[in-house]
């Protein structure tokens, strides 16, 4: 069963354009959001998170929209570029999962120039 | 410089045998996890351990034993290895005992094949 989802598995974008990134999850005790960026050879880095008494988390060309009632989310990188090709991952905590991150399974993402 | 080494980057095993996965992180960190990446799978929790005690253990079999010799030291072995095992593991550490109070940060991982 799995608890967070993500679509699409994988994403091409022209440079210059916006990437929408989706995410669901189940558990309504989440209460934290972060997302992981990670480049082939390389560990997850966080990106950008959001808590769950938020609506929106911008940061630079990064913004999380964050649905409670839906249990949705969402990734947008605007002005998207070529370095932006990756693999993100959408994550959930809290709650049920105590210290644990549960994440989705990804979206490959890439910006073609 | 990274600041979460793990070695080896990748080790190649047959069935039945034993490997030990080695991971230091240099952030001062009081929390470290281990997390496995499989083909076609998303990252899986195994293991996490505050102040070299552990906090929680999400792998069903004893064939992976996590060993913390140091606070800063989180070291897996992993025995009698099976082809399903290959895989990406990654160890992570963060400031806080909980995932809740900060960022995980993790290591480039270790790429293990069994033959």
């Known amino acids: 069963q799995q608890q967070v989802r993500q679509s699409p598995q994988s994403l091409t974008v022209w440079e210059g354009e916006t990437a929408i990134l989706n995410c669901s999850y189940e558990d309504s005790t989440f209460n934290y959001f972060p997302w992981y960026q990670q480049f082939p050879g390389e560990g997850p880095a966080l990106l950008i998170s959001i808590r769950s008494v938020s609506d929106k988390k911008e940061d630079g060309r990064f913004t999380i929209f964050f649905n409670k009632r839906e249990k949705k989310l969402s990734l947008h990188i605007t002005d998207s570029q070529p370095g932006d090709s990756a693999t993100y991952f959408c994550a959930a905590s809290g709650g049920s999962s105590g210290n644990k991150l549960i994440f989705g399974i990804g979206t490959l993402l890439s910006v073609k120039p | 410089d990274p600041k979460i080494i793990q070695k080896p980057k990748y080790l190649v095993a047959v069935t039945g045998s034993e490997k030990i996965l080695i991971c230091e992180q240099y952030?001062?960190?009081?929390?470290m996890y281990w997390y496995r990446q499989s083909a076609k799978k998303p990252l899986e929790f195994m293991f996490s351990y505050s102040y070299q005690k552990l906090m929680d253990n999400q792998t069903a079999s004893s064939r992976f034993q996590p060993q913390s010799s140091k606070k800063n030291h989180l070291d897996l072995q992993i025995t009698a290895l099976k082809p399903d095992d290959s895989a990406t593991y990654f160890c992570a550490s963060s400031q806080g005992t909980g995932v809740n109070t900060g960022q995980l940060y993790f290591g480039e991982g270790s790429k293990l094949t069994v033959l």
């Open positions: 952030l001062g960190h009081n929390a």
